[in-house]
């Protein structure tokens, strides 16, 4: 064979040789990609079914918004107009209401004279004979006394005090229980305890009310008064104690100059109003 065929034959076989190698590493390293992406894939893959495996276990969460409600207590109406009675008379400072009568007037205090609304008109301050529904000066005019005595007038007509003495009658004493007293932004609501024939004692001036054991007794008194014409309630839920305040509605017996008629009730509610 002659030399020039042979060097021919053996560069070949050295292009060859070259080929096949580079084609092997191509090969191996096509083999090492695929398997860096199984192994890339496998592991992105369990790392998600992983974690949704953790989502699953974990319990739903709720969003709570929390809020605070304000609840107000809803304030007692109060029909009074205190503004405009005191631009009449600045002396008006509560207003008494006695259902199933016709006692719905203001109340005056003189700041200088007791006997003055006696006589004398709670608008105008006018003298008139059937005066005014009132209090004296020895009572505060916030109704906080144990005993508080509002007086007024019987016998004119209708008017006054006069149709306080329907709680004579025991139906119509069984069935009007209450009495109000309107303020500037209050409403006292009083249970009637007792309304009855009294003597003419002024009770301010002969009981001292600041003696527990007097103002006890005058408790006792109220509820088992001792004359023929009275009517006692006997459901008051509860007994008079004390802590209890009380109010007095004083007014004159036709032909009995020497007694009152009392009708007493006891301060059960009091509210705030608009």
């Known amino acids: 064979m002659p030399d020039d065929y042979k060097n021919e034959e053996l560069y070949e076989n050295e292009d060859y040789e070259e ?23 496998a592991v992105y893959t369990g790392y998600y079914l992983y974690n949704q495996y953790l989502a699953g276990l974990e319990e739903p969460t709720t969003t709570v918004v929390e809020t605070t409600a304000t609840t107000q207590t ?16 600045d002396e008006i400072y509560a207003w008494l209401k006695v259902p199933g009568t016709k006692v719905d007037h ?75 007293i309107y303020m500037p932004k209050r409403k006292l609501t009083y249970k009637i305890v007792s309304a009855f024939k009294y003597d003419s004692r002024h009770l301010m001036n002969f009981f001292d009310f600041e003696d527990d054991r ?12 001792t004359t023929g014409v009275k009517n006692v309630r006997n459901n008051l839920d509860r007994e008079l104690s004390l802590n209890d305040n009380i109010v007095v509605l004083s007014t004159c017996i036709r032909n009995q100059s020497s007694k009152r008629y009392l009708v007493c009730g006891v301060l059960v509610k009091d509210e705030e109003t608009n």
């Open 214 to 225: 007097v103002f006890a007794e005058f408790l006792g008194m109220i509820q088992n008064p």
């Open 106 to 180: 203001p109340v005056v205090q003189s700041k200088t004279d007791d006997a003055f609304y006696l006589k004398h008109d709670a608008y105008t301050k006018k003298w008139l004979a059937r005066g005014a529904i009132y209090t004296e000066m020895c009572n505060s005019k916030d109704f906080s006394d144990r005993v508080t005595v509002i007086y007024g007038h019987n016998g004119y007509s209708d008017t006054m005090f006069t149709t306080l003495h329907r709680f004579e009658d025991g139906d119509f004493f069984d069935k009007h229980e209450n009495f109000y």
């Open 19 to 41: 080929e096949d190698s580079g084609r092997r590493k191509l090969r191996i390293f096509f083999i090492i990609l695929a398997i860096l992406l199984i192994i890339f894939g």
């Open 74 to 89: 809803a304030k007692a109406d109060n029909p009074i107009n205190f503004n405009d009675l005191r631009k009449q008379n």
